[in-house]
């Protein structure tokens, strides 16, 4: 199995940048397709965005379509979230996840995945 850590985090004004990192251990990260999602205080676990095994296929949720980008380096074995325009309500707890089962299209709902880092913390200020 992976482990996952992610890192980045930290306190940003509104409008400014914050790129997270997530990096893999245990098993080669070209095994899994790598998503993003985030939880708010008193909220549930949204997804933020998927990239598939090779970076051919990335889907972002809504709210960060056009802010975020998500990419990956299978050779060092981490995935990136950079994150710009942030805004106030991007303020959450963002986890890195990773889905080992083989789809054509990638997944986009936290009970497809298996494997979740401990999360690192991002507060927007306005």
């Known amino acids: 199995q992976v482990q996952l850590v992610e890192s980045g985090g930290g306190l940003v004004q509104a409008g400014g940048s914050l790129r997270l990192s997530c990096a893999a251990s245990g098993r080669a990260l070209s095994n899994y397709a790598m998503g993003w999602f985030r939880q708010a205080p008193g909220k549930e676990r949204e997804f933020v965005a998927v990239i598939s095994r090779f970076g051919g296929r990335t889907e972002y949720g809504d709210s960060v379509k056009g802010r975020f980008t998500i990419s990956r380096d299978n050779a060092k074995n981490t995935v990136y979230l950079q994150m710009n325009s942030l805004r106030p309500e991007d303020t959450a707890v963002y986890y890195c996840?990773?889905?080992?089962?083989?789809?054509?299209?990638?997944?986009?709902?936290?009970?497809?995945?298996?494997?979740w880092g401990q999360g690192t913390q991002v507060t927007v200020s306005s």
């Open positions: 996840a990773a889905d080992e089962t083989y789809t054509i299209v990638v997944r986009t709902r936290p009970h497809e995945y298996d494997y």
